[in-house]
């Protein structure tokens, strides 16, 4: 297992974690200043810079990508609605190519229209299946430009709303049945916040191996949980077994980043350098 | 599948959905006028009545009981509070012997502590061995006595602070190392709101069978949810497909109660009568 605790090398910074404080070519700056390397952007982050700039301040500061946030939310309430994610998700692809990103990260979504609390649908079969078909139509493209697609399953609490891809085993049920040959273009991405609590965690990130283990996410799980989306804990903050679980990672021969996220209306709240500088703190001590 | 819309025999109140509004010998006797033949109470409205009390009441209004709540949370942080947890299950059998209970509920518990905010531990691999061995003592006993267990598995989401059994799969795992040669005195309480996410439900209803199906929750998911414990939603008012899943449930042979649990501040805050006379209307209507 790596050792964290001397180096920061293999942090890698989603930029969700800072959206409030800074915009996206801000967020590059301070990561490359604190010898943060690498970071997983958002489209809007993205859009709101624009895609070229974003691209070119990758490069003068020599920023890597550990993902793309992010494709998916396949499933619509009609037929034009399907068209529109098939094609909103070529466009991310497109744009993860631009910036080099090693995977497009998917939330696959779920029933349409749940977000704003009216879904269109209540059948979670149907939404799985326009998912898996969705996947299917997007990894098409993905092959053409080269662009590895990693399904991050979701914890069950957002099955309504944001992805009724749920656990490890589902997604990779998924690649097992859209990319049979293990192409490296369909994986998953595995956040500790969505699959920590899962009995089958170990087995399912072995299952996964280093071909389909596309991306690896860490922060904390509070007790208590005070909202659904935007409460995650700051790792070392909560209960999940970060090592533990990175140990299974790293026995895959995973050598990628680990990459922080935190969704969390507290640090949302604080500066943004201290997020920073704690994230690597905490990156040493704990994770 | 059992006609529901005509008559309301098979609804069975879990007496949590009116705690706040009436004390327990109250909710009995409002669901008695209502034609509402069976309850699942907790222990401690039954503790703030007085158990003898309550026996009696059954009896004379021929309430019917669909479980008793609850057993469980096994996990401690040492050897004096693993006790004190098997010695605190033993008086939950008798309780539910004494009421004339079909089945003891066990929410298993999971990292002691945590539902303060203070885990004394955060190896859940170490708590879930605590609940297999709480439940495999506990076992012991409720065959002497002839009372079964019915592990409920909870949603994902409280596995930190609740229960670390998080899956049908999971429990049933429990009950096929446990009872091996399924004697009936183990088996699950299968409530949609913890599972109704689960891309394996219908596999794991199935694989439980009647012999392991003891009991029967039904409530909804409401979008947005907008707390983890005390927002769940009446049927109807949220995405649940209560019929399907109803329908996988009897597939196996289960005739028993159908039984509505509502944890919410929202229905706390209405008159008890409203809220009995909405769930009746429900259950005939979508549940």
């Known amino acids: 297992m790596r050792d964290f605790s001397t180096s920061h090398e293999h942090l890698s910074l989603n930029t969700a974690t800072v959206r409030k ?6 967020i590059i700056d301070e990561c490359a200043r604190r010898g943060i390397r690498a970071i997983s952007p958002w489209r809007d982050q993205v859009a709101a810079v624009g895609l070229e700039e974003i691209a070119r301040r990758l490069r003068d500061t020599g920023t890597r990508l550990s993902g793309y946030c992010r494709g998916g939310f396949f499933p619509a309430a009609d037929a034009a609605g399907l068209r529109a994610a098939l094609a909103d998700n070529r466009r991310a692809i497109d744009e993860a190519k631009t910036v080099n990103a090693p995977c497009l990260v998917l939330v696959v979504g779920a029933l349409p229209g749940a ?6 649908y209540k059948d979670l079969a149907r939404a799985r299946g326009e998912v898996r078909d969705g996947i299917a139509a997007s990894l098409e493209y993905a092959r053409q430009v080269g662009m590895p697609l990693a399904i991050e399953p979701l914890h069950p609490m957002q099955a309504a709303d944001r992805a009724c891809v749920n656990t490890l085993e589902q997604a990779l049920d998924l690649c097992d049945e859209l990319d049979p040959g293990r192409s490296g273009l369909l994986g998953v991405a595995c956040d500790v916040y969505h699959t920590w609590w899962d009995p089958k965690l170990a087995e399912q990130i072995d299952r996964a191996g280093p071909k389909r283990l596309l991306a690896h996410h860490v922060c904390d799980w509070l007790t208590p949980t005070r909202d659904l989306l935007n409460d995650r804990g700051m790792m070392g903050d909560g209960v999940i077994e970060l090592k533990k679980i990175r140990g299974w990672v790293e026995a895959t021969g995973f ?3 680990c990459e922080v996220e ?3 209306d507290y640090w949302w709240g604080r500066p943004g350098e201290e997020v920073l500088d704690t994230c ?6 704990v994770a």
């Open 280 to 285: 690597i703190a905490r990156f040493s001590s």
């Open 115 to 120: 977000l704003d609390g009216k879904a269109a």
């Open 21 to 26: 404080q800074w915009k996206l070519d801000r």
């Open 255 to 257: 050598g990628g980043f």
């Open 262 to 264: 935190i969704f969390s």
